[in-house]
């Protein structure tokens, strides 16, 4: 099979007792140094092959913006390999990450922060150009940037406007050219539609298919909202407390979720029309803390399903049908039935 | 059905460096006791406008211009800010999008609550503490007791969002306006926040205007619904009406744009184009740039907000035939 | 499927660049120019700010005599009084000093060293200071420590005291002076710099040119210094006002310039020692015009203030 991108079991911890004076805590009455770490993605594997949308959903704090972030080398992972094209790139140095930068690209969520303000569109677009020498002169690089803006739907004679002269939607245009412009084979987005009017969402959304087709993109797509993927992805993987629960096509999680929690994500979509939200049963409390891990599955405190395994073992990841993968130890696992 | 609110040819402007924008350009709606109605529309709307309009909160260099707000008979615009202080915060209440910054870090839950049992209220201490245990069970934090005295850092979103719901409660308000409440918060909380909303709305039998930019949230839980476009009604109605007779194009495609979970279909329906510049609306029909219905009228033609059916206002020249 | 490439899309637009009459243009019709206009007291400090560079520039041209130069002083003109006090004083429009010398050709003389020292100063401790707080903002780490516990130190000193202990261990003179205001001032500038530079660094935008690949330096220098640069303008022109206020408050306890080049806050000192023996002119004079200078500057400034800073709208 030919992976594009391909993650085995991704962990990032953020340190919050980064000094020697933040890591010493007074308990019982005795100093003592403790260390404290959000574990924010915890043991994450997915591969995404060539054309292919890949999708990570998840509620915020699940982990899945710092699992791209991760993956496109903005932060360092903490264990795991990341391969692109079959190269592992999990501990290059940024001079060796260079010749990947221009493959692998990314489309940030908010369009009011993703662009520098002090930038013309012009030369936001013509930077990474430049830098990557994709054109030989600045007056080849102006006319990819256009070419590159007309592309998107923002017409050349924008392009000497700063950023604040654009709407949101128009913005995540520029954003969208931005990550175009060094011809890449695979694209990061972090939630590129949240930020935006439905109307808008739906334009950029399309947008994004029909570059796809067009440029043979693969996309790993970042989204809090399973509605907003559908149309978009191919596989999708749900996220919670740093993992993975389950992973399948869109057909098999939209038509035969497994997980209580994607259960859950799907009960609680509010739907024209119709009473979903409205009759959605809830989930017993919050979020656990990504400082202090569960034992078991962590998702048991919130479970409405829960048997006694889960609060002490975590549950391992099956395949329920083809391609179809639940962590959940409500599934009893082929060899085991 | 008797109307608690009734807002006519309200119009607020904001006098910019650039120039003019009719935020809220003339609009007519009213609000019956004991019924939800939700505001939709895009960023730019002008609904949230509307909202804090109705509470005066408008602070320069914006200004009601005209109009009249009409809360059980009385015309609010004539009212002082003296006078405003009274209602603002009893009569009518209202809740923000972001539960992080609407509660003061610095205080307790408590004494949030309190705040307004001691200006709106005469109860005494004892009475107040049992009504802010009783507010708090009431929007579903466990352990009340002991949570009172916490202080809002200690609460997740969803959890001060409710907190924010409880002290909006605690005077039994007539009105509650509610501008996104829960746009900041994820959809399983959201669906828990709403459904608490809603019970709670019907159990004191109050009103309340869901202002919200996402069309299903209204229509699981609205009973009418007003569409805005540029600071104007374009379409209002019973939910149902809205959901499966809408006749605005504005409308529709709002409704048509929304990615729906059963649906197969591989491209999803667009509004062309975006929202007008503020400065510079198109003459006729805001809406016309972008509409895929529009004629050689509605380009220099403002329609006229006008009663369609009974109960079914709108405000466009050649209203779209037959059914969703 | 390779020809499909975004470089195979070709566009046929040529752009067309601004002239600069039409960029003169956009800034008349800008908000900024509009609150300008319709500012007094940022209008009343620019003209202030124009007088005072013009008579830096232009003064010696019409000034009745060089103080500088010795032999064009003369001792029986010592202690005149201003022209509106002594009606036969028709040359010393207000008065001389102690050894003929005319207070006015003195004053434009001496506005010339102090705002030469002013604005130098600032230019040297922004330029130290906004480099140190770029760094110690971007990287972070045993850097950033240092270079703040430094600065932590120094601020919890007086930093007047700092710059006569500094004046004191150099001695006078001009570049000495440029030197201890550059040790003194850098720390405002590195604080601020470092504070907008940690806000500016969690951008979505700087991740993007993390993203391209983009070394950190061309990082801070092309997408952080913009965008930390409007607070740095703000704090600037204040700082030009609170230099020349430290330097001629060093001037005049004789820590400052030289005899030979002497800056307004020497005039002061000059004439102190006849203040109240009725020949107040030769130290009101300098003294006022020092006041006027910063004056001009902070109505300038707190007008930037404003325009920059959204929060306070």
């Known amino acids: 099979m030919n992976f594009i991108l391909d993650v085995k079991n991704l962990e990032k911890r953020f340190e919050l007792t980064s000094g020697f004076l933040n890591s010493l805590t007074f308990k019982n009455g005795k100093l003592t140094k403790e260390k404290k770490a959000v574990h924010a993605v915890n043991g994450v594997s997915f591969a995404i092959k060539k054309g292919e949308v890949f999708s ?21 992972p903490n264990n795991g390999e990341i391969f692109f094209e079959g190269n592992d790139i999990t501990n290059i140095s940024r001079k060796e990450m260079l010749k990947y930068r221009s493959k692998i690209q990314m489309i940030f969520q908010d369009p009011y922060a993703s662009l520098n303000p002090r930038q013309k569109v012009i030369d936001i677009i013509m930077e990474p150009i430049l830098f990557h020498k994709l054109a030989n002169s ?61 109307s808008i969402q739906a334009q950029i959304l399309n947008l994004m298919m029909d570059l796809k087709e067009e440029l ?70 919050e979020v656990q803390s990504p400082i202090n891990l569960p034992k078991g599955c962590y998702f048991c405190d919130r479970c409405n399903e829960s048997l006694d395994i889960c609060h002490h073992t975590i549950p391992v990841e099956q395949e329920i049908t083809k391609d179809h993968y639940v962590s959940c130890h409500l599934y009893k696992g082929k060899d085991n039935e | 059905m008797e109307k608690l609110l009734e807002v006519k040819n309200l119009k607020t402007y904001f006098h910019t460096f650039k ?100 200006l709106h209220t005469n109860l005494n201490k004892k009475e107040r503490h049992e009504r802010c245990v009783e507010l708090l069970k009431d929007v579903g934090i466990p352990n009340p007791e002991n949570r009172l005295t916490n202080y809002p850092h ?24 509610a501008d996104e409440p829960t746009t900041a918060l994820d959809v399983t909380i959201q669906a828990q926040i709403l459904k608490l909303m809603t019970e709670l709305v019907k159990k004191q039998g109050c009103s309340m205007i869901l202002i919200t930019h996402d069309l299903a949230v209204v229509s699981e839980i609205a009973d009418r619904i007003n569409v805005m476009y540029c600071g104007k009604i374009v379409e209002s109605s019973k939910v149902s009406t ?83 | ?54 008579v830096a520039l232009l003064g010696p041209l019409f000034t009745v005599q060089d103080p500088y130069d010795i032999a064009s002083l003369s001792l029986m003109d010592a202690y005149r009084a201003p022209s509106f006090m002594d009606p036969d004083n028709t040359q010393f429009l207000l008065g001389t000093d102690q050894q003929g010398r005319d207070v006015l050709s003195a004053i434009v003389y001496g506005s010339r060293v102090s705002l030469y020292i002013g604005i130098v100063a600032t230019l040297m401790a922004s330029v130290f200071g906004i480099t140190l707080g770029l760094i110690s903002g971007y990287y972070g780490g045993k850097v950033e420590s240092i270079i703040m516990r430094l600065a932590d130190i120094q601020l919890s000193f007086p930093s007047l005291l700092i710059a006569l202990f500094l004046m004191t261990i150099f001695g006078r003179g001009v570049t000495n002076i440029l030197l201890a205001l550059l040790l003194v001032g850098w720390v405002k500038y590195a604080r601020t710099v470092r504070g907008a530079t940690l806000s500016v660094k969690s951008s979505e935008y700087i991740e993007a040119a993390r993203v391209i690949g983009l070394p950190s330096y061309r990082i801070i220098i092309k997408h952080i210094l913009p965008n930390v640069l409007t607070s740095i303008v703000v704090l600037s022109t204040i700082q030009i006002g609170n230099f020349i206020l430290t330097e001629a408050t060093l001037s005049f306890l004789g820590l400052g310039v ?56």
């Open chain 2, 19 to 118: 120039g003019v924008v009719k935020a809220v350009d003339g609009v007519d709606f009213y609000v019956n006791k004991g019924e939800i109605l939700g505001i939709v529309g895009e960023s730019g709307g002008g609904k949230s406008i509307t909202g804090f309009s109705l509470i005066k909160l408008i602070e320069s260099p914006g200004k009601i211009e005209t109009g009249e707000i009409l809360f059980e008979g009385n015309d609010l615009v004539k009212y002082s800010e003296r006078e405003m202080s009274k209602i603002r915060g009893k009569d009518i209440v209202m809740i923000f999008q972001d539960p992080m910054t609407s509660l003061n870090p610095v205080y307790t839950i408590k004494q949030q609550i309190e705040e307004s049992l001691i």
């Open chain 1, 216 to 285: 043979n993109l693969s996309y790993l797509f970042i989204a809090h909202d399973l509605s907003v993927i559908k149309h978009i992805s191919d596989r999708i993987g749900v996220m919670y407390l740093g993992k993975i629960v389950e992973t399948g096509t869109t057909e098999e999680i939209f038509s035969n979720p497994k997980h209580p929690y994607t259960k859950a994500l799907l009960e609680a979509l509010p739907k024209i029309n119709g009473k979903n939200m409205v009759d959605f049963k809830g989930l017993k409390g």
């Open chain 2, 154 to 177: 200690q609460f997740s979103g969803g959890m001060r969002q409710r907190v924010v719901i409880a002290i909006a409660l605690a005077v039994n308000p007539k009105l509650i306006i």
């Open chain 2, 242 to 324: 809205i959901m499966n007779h809408c006749k605005h194009p504005y409308t529709r495609g709002l409704l048509n744009s929304i990615p729906d979970i059963k649906d197969n279909k591989d491209r999803l329906e667009t509004i062309d184009g975006i929202v007008p510049n503020m400065f510079k609306l198109p003459k006729g029909c805001n809406f016309y740039p972008r509409c895929n219905k529009r004629m050689e009228e509605c380009e220099n033609k403002e329609p006229e907000y006008r009663e369609y059916k009974e109960g079914h206002y709108i405000s466009c020249h050649y209203p779209i035939e037959g059914e969703r």
């Open chain 1, 56 to 76: 990570l959903v998840g509620e915020s704090g699940c982990g899945k913006s710092t699992t791209a972030r991760t993956v496109i080398k903005l932060y360092e």
């Open chain 1, 138 to 198: 600045k007056q080849e690089a102006e006319q990819k940037a256009f070419a590159v803006l007309e592309k998107v739907g923002i017409r050349p004679e924008q392009a000497y406007r700063f950023p604040h002269q654009f709407s949101g939607g128009q913005r995540q245009r520029i954003g969208i050219a931005r990550a175009l412009a060094l011809e890449p084979e695979l694209i990061v987005a972090d939630e590129p539609v949240s930020a935006l009017d439905v």
């Open chain 3, 1 to 54: 499927m390779e020809n499909n490439k975004a470089s195979n899309i070709k566009s046929s637009f040529v752009p067309k660049k601004k002239t600069f009459s039409e960029k003169f243009d956009d800034f008349k019709k800008s908000e900024g120019f509009y609150n300008y206009k319709k500012s007094k007291s940022a209008i009343a400090g620019t003209i202030i700010i124009i007088f005072i560079v013009g």
């Open chain 3, 258 to 313: 030289p005899v030979t080049e002497p800056s307004l806050g020497m005039l002061c000192s000059n004439g102190f020692v006849v203040l109240f023996s009725g020949m107040w002119w030769v130290t009101v004079f300098p003294g006022l015009y020092i006041m006027l200078i910063v004056f001009g500057i902070n109505l300038l400034g707190d007008f930037l203030r404003d325009e920059f800073n959204p929060k306070l709208k």
